[in-house]
């Protein structure tokens, strides 16, 4: 999501390895004393409080943190909040290297200190947003460190995911609660376009790249309707190599084929590698690491160029895999598996032919469905409401005046007041709104196969 002004930010970073810690911490809002001292706030105990904690990090005499211990795990260390613009965060070097604000309230925690904490282990940040009309978002980084002042308190954040990162790249970036449906999505170097998105199924957030169900759209096709999709996708459809490879091309993907015959039977294959190369390997598969019950008929497919009836790429000795066994598909010599295959009730014309995957039904069975799907391997989380007030909260700049300096858990005065702030809030446009059903090209139309009525009496 985009959003340009805040009502509050939450900032957060914590151990990448949390651990079950033992009863010998205790805690400090407990009116307890530490019987071990804590390095941060992963060393308080899962019972404890949200609260102001003294932690100990290394080559220090300690110092007081606010740790939230209810969100994402617990065992999050505050470094940063803004709620109601009290604390003027207008200042100097030496007061962010030192920190200022209030530990309950608003504060910025310190570049010192913050360097500090994460000079030693492997930790991950988390920022939770807040707008004005009560829309949440977060991003979570799971690589975070602060360098030290001699390189000026140098920022490492990588490894996003989240919902804060703007326009959703895929169906990954859609939260949790949203329905299955239609979205626009934004991989890199792209305009956008159009995808389905299942949210139910094994965790959710997959990508859907084809799906076949009755028959009405034809998948006897050429090179660039297969290039660039054809279909509809609330239906039949196959979404296009080209938006396949854009989606594919950064960072890790699996895949999920899942798959019913007449009888009401299920299967299902996955694969922990996918990917599709660019149009000048001839969009080559990448399918590797199979699991599940439907057998690796992709085995023989792995590695191998796109090819349709007007473009050959096959590795058949003489004559076109795609006109043999019809449809477009990644045929060696020539096929294993053809999800995009002429549709049968049942029984093909022939062997091999059909909605076809070997090992689960043979060689002279036609299948009545399947969804073929992808997702990253790290499923993205959109936390509910309840958990918004954690690690790091953005506000929109509401300058205040902080009476005197250094950072505190509570406002010596509470007559500060924030000056009036005049932005106004901006209407957030970021999560995809479910869009009527579209064919993915507008030239394209459902085709009812001519040949289906015969063969299902053929099949009766």
């Keep these: 999501m985009s959003f340009a002004a ?19 911490h205790h805690c400090v809002e407990s009116s307890c004393h530490t019987g071990g001292r804590p390095l941060d706030c992963n060393d308080i105990p899962d019972w404890c409080p949200n609260g102001v904690y003294k932690v100990y990090p290394r080559h220090s005499t300690g110092f007081e943190v606010y740790c939230e211990m209810k969100i994402d795990g617990g065992h999050w260390t505050v470094f940063e909040r803004r709620e109601n613009g009290y ?6 070097w030496n007061d962010y290297k030192h920190g200022f604000g209030y530990l309950k309230h608003e504060f910025w925690l310190g570049n010192i200190k913050m360097h500090s904490l994460t000079s030693h282990g492997q930790y991950e940040m988390r ?5 004005f009309e009560g829309n949440h978002a977060f991003a979570k980084y799971k690589d975070f460190k602060i ?10 954040a990588n490894g996003y995911y989240g919902t804060a990162g703007g326009r959703p790249r895929d169906c990954s970036d859609i939260p949790d609660w949203c329905p299955n449906g239609v979205y626009k999505v934004y991989p890199r170097h792209t305009t956008g376009f159009k995808v389905f998105c299942e949210m139910k199924i094994d965790g959710g957030h997959w990508t859907v790249f084809q799906r076949r169900e009755n028959g009405y759209v034809d998948f006897l096709r050429g090179w660039n309707d297969y290039k660039h999709g054809f279909g509809y996708l609330k239906h039949e459809f196959w979404l296009g190599n080209i938006k396949m490879h854009s989606l594919t091309s950064h960072g890790q993907y699996e895949m999920r084929i899942d798959l019913t ?20 390997s001839k969009f080559k598969l990448t399918a590797n690491g199979y699991y599940g019950t439907a057998g690796n008929s992709l085995e023989h497919h ?8 007007d473009n050959d790429n096959d590795n058949a000795t003489s004559g076109n895999c795609s006109t043999w066994f019809p449809g477009g598909w990644w045929y060696n010599r020539c096929v294993t598996a053809n999800l995009n295959g002429v549709y049968f009730i049942r029984t093909p014309v022939m062997e091999h032919r059909g909605v076809y995957w070997r090992i689960w039904k043979g060689i002279n069975y036609s299948l009545k469905n399947s969804v073929t799907v992808w997702n ?4 993205l989380v959109f936390l509910p409401e309840t958990t918004i007030t954690i690690m790091l909260r953005v506000e929109i700049v509401r300058l205040g005046s902080l009476g005197d300096g250094g950072i505190t858990a509570e406002p010596k005065t509470k007559s500060d007041k924030p000056k009036t702030a005049t932005a106004e809030p901006i209407t957030i446009t970021a999560v995809p709104k479910m869009i009527t ?5 507008t030239t394209a139309k459902p085709i009812t196969f001519t040949a289906e009525p015969k063969r299902q009496q053929m099949n009766q």
């Design 302 to 309: 792995n590695g191998i160029s796109f090819s349709t009836r």
């Design 6 to 24: 805040l009502f509050t930010m939450v900032c957060l970073f914590g151990n990448a390895k949390l651990h079950n810690n033992s009863s010998h």
């Design 147 to 156: 360098g030290a002042e001699s390189s000026k308190f140098k920022l490492t």
């Design 376 to 379: 990253t391997i790290m499923a």
């Design 437 to 441: 059903d579209e064919p993915i090209t």
């Design 261 to 280: 015959d007449f009888e009401g039977n299920h299967a299902f294959a996955k694969y922990k590698d996918f990917k599709i190369g660019a149009e000048s």
């Design 127 to 131: 920022t939770d947003l807040t707008d």
């Design 87 to 92: 604390v003027d965060f207008l200042r100097g």
